[in-house]
């Protein structure tokens, strides 16, 4: 389980974003969080993916607390947890071919692909020939096809979706939705965040809606 | 049903022809190809980005432009504005009604898409409207040095040059959804919502004829997604010719009079909203809805071909064989059908 309890955090001193929040993703569920921008959930989503240190409370991830965020988190936590940002331009080397984004995270770990990335790349559509593009020449949508097959690329226990939909079609959205529906009925715990409560009825087993 | 042929292939030929009475056109886009040539004189390649698109946008409506990312709608947005790079090639008119004559967006200088046309003729609502302001002066600054530049230089221009009244600064917020307070905060204070808005106000502030909404609702949150909508709806309420042109169905739906579905570059459907979204006669349409929470959720497989590399006969058809309905005549060109336009998959 990757839980937070009585978690305060904010950006401005004596201003906290979210201030006693509790929260817990357990494998195999998905847990949607709905609200307007600027309520705080994509907060919490940087701190479940101990992007963001919380000012107190405590984060634990399979039993063990976690101590340290950012760049500073472990090996061993950082794999565990597969994370997808709203932009996807924002969030790639545009340098970089597709296939790179999508092995960067084995290469980091030193670790061999067992066949992993051809799967990926199949379930979120990427063909050989769109996996030899850069960022430039690809859409929105297939951008974040790639992001998607990175953050499942480590097998990870927990995936933190942040509006991972809202710059792409519905058609992309839905076939994102569905691969990512099938790691969590294999067994990986899901955060889904966004604002839109029609897609999290349709995506989560449980809706957690903020005002 | 009649099954006709026409040449200028709109929706609104065919229900006139039907003797249905019409609005006003304000911009009549007839049959306008974009082309992009790669390397010298396109020896690296030809992007087909519109090919034979015919759109009408009439006074007091908005029509919805609808299609996946990569499908070559944005690129009218650039055609009607002027704003092609200089390895661009059109064919066909744009037309822009005037008062006492038409304009070709197509063709006319640049001296007269920059004086008369962008930001007066015709408003923009960008896609991240954040980006289109500058951070060093406050939303009312901006818009008050927009609404002056604009009316200081207009033949209807009145007595307004020199400065913006606070009031008419405070009117064009308020239309534009924005409490006049709102206007005294420099873009980095502004949400996202709110810099959508400022930009809103921007696009009306030269009291458009018609208005272009690029992807305007990307990113934004349901409630703001409807505040743009609702927007868009008051333009067309005061008269204004409304183009929306997005991936956002839902969107869509919600605020549009007519619809028309663009697929490789071309118009595959259009007519009357909401026939087209409570009864789609393409596939592409049908998938489009069906890949909507709300609509079964299920995606459409594989990707909209590039546009270096269209397939002849129907586009659509060569990504999802065989799909559903009657059977394709694989004519790429739309046919008029009771008031709507359909390519290919013409219903029996
Ligand atoms: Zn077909």
């Known amino acids: 389980m990757l839980s937070a309890t009585d978690l305060v955090v904010g950006y401005r001193r004596g201003r906290p974003v979210l201030d006693g929040v509790d929260i817990e993703l357990h494998p195999g569920a998905t847990v949607g969080l709905a609200g307007p921008s600027g309520c705080g ?8 993916a101990l992007l963001l240190e919380p000012w107190s409370g405590s984060v634990t991830l399979d039993g063990r607390p976690v101590r340290r965020f950012r760049h500073r988190v472990s090996a061993a936590e950082r794999t565990s947890i597969g994370v997808v940002f709203q932009q996807p331009r924002l969030a790639v080397d545009p340098r970089w071919t597709l296939d790179a984004v999508v092995r960067a995270p084995l290469v980091a770990s030193k670790r061999r692909d067992d066949g992993i990335v051809a799967e990926l790349t ?29 953050a499942l690329v480590l097998r990870p226990r927990y995936l933190i979706c942040d509006e991972m939909t809202s710059m792409v079609d519905a058609s992309t959205t839905a076939l994102l939705v569905h691969l990512v529906r099938s790691v969590a009925a294999a067994g990986t715990g899901v955060l889904a ?5 029609a897609l999290l009825d349709a995506w989560a087993d449980d809706v957690v809606r903020w005002r | 049903m009649t099954d006709t042929r026409v040449t200028t292939t709109s929706a609104e030929d065919a229900a006139t022809s039907a003797g249905t009475r019409q609005p006003a056109s304000a911009l009549t886009v007839d049959r306008l190809s974009v082309r992009f040539l ?4 396109g020896k690296a390649g030809v992007v087909h980005a ?19 990312s990569g499908c070559g709608k944005s690129v009218l947005t650039s055609a009607l504005l002027g704003l092609l790079p200089a390895n661009a090639q059109t064919r066909g008119r744009a037309l822009l009604h005037g008062p006492g004559d038409d304009l070709d967006l197509c063709t006319a200088p640049e001296r007269s898409m920059s004086r008369q046309v962008r930001g007066r003729r015709i408003g923009l609502v960008p896609q991240s409207a954040a980006s289109h302001l500058t951070p060093v002066r406050t939303a009312r600054a901006q818009l008050a040095e927009t609404v002056r530049q604009l009316r200081g230089t207009t033949l209807r221009g009145t007595t307004l040059r020199g400065a913006a009244s606070r009031g008419d600064v405070d009117g064009l917020a308020e239309r534009a959804g924005l409490s006049p307070a709102a206007l005294d905060a420099y873009p980095h204070e502004l949400s996202g919502g709110m810099a959508q808005r400022v930009g809103f106000a921007l696009a009306l502030a030269g009291e458009p004829d018609v208005l272009l909404a690029d992807e305007p609702t990307t990113g934004l949150d349901r409630v703001l997604v409807d505040h743009v909508t609702d927007g868009l709806a008051a333009a067309a309420a005061e008269g204004t010719a409304v183009l929306l042109i997005t991936h956002d169905l839902a969107a869509a739906r919600r605020v549009a009079d007519d619809a028309a579905v663009m697929y490789a570059g071309r118009i595959v459907e259009a007519g009357p909203a909401g026939e087209v979204f409570a009864d789609p006669w393409h596939p592409y349409t049908r998938g489009l809805l069906g890949a909507l929470p709300d609509g079964g959720f299920e995606p459409i497989p594989g990707h909209p071909p590039e546009l270096t590399d269209v397939p002849g006969g129907c586009a659509f058809c060569a990504r999802v064989p065989d799909p559903p309905g009657p059977p394709c005549n694989g004519d790429p060109e739309p046919v008029a059908v009771g008031g709507r336009l359909i390519a290919g998959h013409v219903p029996c």
């Open chain 1, 193 to 197: 965040v966004s604002h839109d409560d």
């Open chain 2, 38 to 41: 790669l390397g010298r004189k």
């Open chain 2, 50 to 68: 519109a090919t034979d698109v015919s759109l009408r946008l009439r006074r007091g409506r908005v029509l919805a432009l609808v299609g996946e």
């Open chain 1, 41 to 48: 959930k994509s907060t919490l989503a940087a701190v479940l």
């Open chain 1, 122 to 150: 199949e379930a979120v559509g990427l063909t050989r020939e769109l996996l030899g593009r850069r960022p430039h020449e690809v859409s929105d949508g297939q951008l974040q096809r790639a992001c998607l097959a990175r």
